[in-house]
T-cell receptor, first 113, second 110 residues
Framework: DGGITQSPKYLFRKEGQNVTLSCEQNLNHDAMYWYRQDPGQGLRLIYYSQIVNDFQKGDIAEGYSVSREKKESFPLTVTSAQKNPTAFYLC????????????FGDGTRLSIL | GQQVMQIPQYQHVQEGEDFTTYCNSSTTLSNIQWYKQRPGGHPVFLIQLVKSGEVKKQKRLTFQFGEAKKNSSLHITATQTTDVGTYFCARTSGTYKYIFGTGTRLKVLA
């Protein structure tokens, strides 16, 4: 069954700690995305990747880092430089052509301890 | 990026009433997509509109793209409790980047 798998579902971070959120897709999609969603808010783009070994900053990239070593995987690291990391993080993928719909994972809810 | 404004931010309706959310842009859009996010869930793609004046229907949902391609609407006829959630529009920016609207949260009172 094709889809996007995000893990873990819930994550807690201590002050000064880096944490990595996993995102794997088996849809053979070229493009992958990370969004942040705060309570009652819309989706804000953190990073996106069009192809393996290439990625671009979105609107709120500060305090985050990504890698795209494999087509299927696009992990997001929330670094200690991100002072307000508590949010719902959504990973998405798409075929990559203009206007293709995005498919989302179930999300990871990150909280500060 | 160029924002997409959605109104209203919240809407409470009685079950059976109609509901409409609007998406507005100051610039011409190449396309517009609509997504639904159930409470606690993730956004799910509903539809894409591309042509000026386009109207598409999915059962009780009617989607419209304005003639000038600067606005779009989603109308739900006779809402049901299963319609509860947040509805987002999204536009593409360049080839790969998407910009989401602020969303409209719909609550349906039984």
């Amino acid at each position: 069954d094709g889809g996007i798998t995000q893990s873990p579902k819930y994550l807690f971070r201590k002050e000064g700690q880096n944490v990595t959120l996993s995102c794997e897709q088996n849809l053979n999609h070229d493009a992958m995305y990370w969004y942040r969603q705060d309570p009652g808010q819309g989706l804000r783009l953190i990073y996106y990747s069009q192809i393996v070994n290439d990625f671009q900053k979105g609107d709120i990239a500060e305090g985050y880092s990504v890698s795209r070593e494999k087509k299927e995987s696009f992990p997001l690291t929330v670094t200690s430089a991100q002072k307000n990391p508590t949010a719902f993080y959504l990973c998405a993928s798409s075929m990559g052509a203009t206007g293709e719909p995005q498919h989302f994972g179930d999300g990871t809810r990150l909280s500060i301890l | 990026g160029q924002q997409v404004m959605q109104i209203p931010q919240y809407q409470h309706v009685q079950e059976g009433e109609d509901f409409t959310t609007y998406c507005n842009s100051s610039t011409t859009l190449s396309n517009i997509q609509w997504y639904k996010q159930r409470p606690g869930g993730h956004p799910v793609f509903l539809i894409q509109l591309v042509k000026s004046g386009e109207v598409k229907k999915q059962k009780r949902l009617t989607f419209q793209f304005g003639e000038a391609k600067k606005n779009s609407s989603l109308h739900i006829t006779a809402t049901q409790t299963t319609d509860v959630g947040t509805y987002f529009c999204a536009r593409t920016s360049g080839t790969y980047k998407y910009i989401f609207g602020t969303g409209t949260r719909l609550k349906v009172l039984a």
